[in-house]
């Protein structure tokens, strides 16, 4: 369900995709019924006749890492993805969740610009000023640069997976664009 529920993101947003296929290295990988499962989901990869990059890897040993990296950057060349780091972050909550001890948190994926610790932010109907940034090794970094995901700290509540976020000037810049943004929400459900 995940992986189709990424596969319908990456649809609506008309993005290049590469996709990696892990975990390759096991007995039983049955790489031919993940590309017909990515077919019957509308990606139909190069090896079959489509447009879409299929690379299969190990996160375990490694196999195939660099043939995907070298593939995504082919995709973001062919395709002129460029960002600019020296602005206001601006990108994409990815997921959110409650964590008993540090509160509200919430994975960002910055699209342009650099988030820094101390950086006041909005994000759907969620504010606030982050107080720390995690990167997908569990270790706390001082800034996020484009393409990169984090684990922010520091918001009022739960953003949803989905929402935009940008960095603002203040927190109460913050503050009064978060009630505007649950303003309109609640109207829209109305």
């Known amino acids: 369900p995940q992986t189709v529920e990424a596969i319908n993101h990456v649809k609506e947003a008309n993005v290049p995709i590469v996709v990696a296929i892990n ?9 031919d019924r ?4 990515l077919s019957e989901n509308g990606l139909l990869i190069e ?4 447009d879409v990059i299929a690379v299969s ?3 375990k040993t490694g196999e195939g890492v660099d043939d995907l990296l070298e593939n995504i950057l082919v995709v973001a060349e062919v395709a002129d993805l460029k960002a600019n780091p020296d602005r206001a972050a601006k990108g994409v909550v990815i997921e959110a969740n409650l964590d008993k001890s540090r509160g509200p948190t919430a994975t960002f994926l910055v699209k342009t610009g650099t988030l820094h610790v101390g950086d006041y932010l ?3 109907s969620a504010w606030g000023r982050v107080k720390a940034l995690i990167d997908y090794r569990g270790q706390r970094i001082r800034m996020v640069t484009p393409s990169m995901p984090a684990e922010v700290l520091g918001l ?3 953003p949803s997976a989905g929402d935009s976020f940008q960095v603002v000037s203040s927190d109460k810049e913050a503050h009064t664009l ?6 309109q929400r609640e109207s829209r459900q109305r």
């Not at 993940?34 to 499962?37: I, T």
């Not at 978060?178 to 303003?183: G, N, V």
């Open 57 to 59: 890897v190990s996160a």
């Open 178 to 183: 978060a009630e505007e943004s649950q303003r």
């Open 156 to 158: 009022s509540q739960l």
């Open 34 to 37: 993940v590309h017909r499962q």
């Open 122 to 124: 909005l994000a759907g």
């Open 47 to 50: 090896a079959w006749g489509g």
């Open 23 to 31: 975990k390759t290295d096991l007995p039983d990988a049955d790489i």
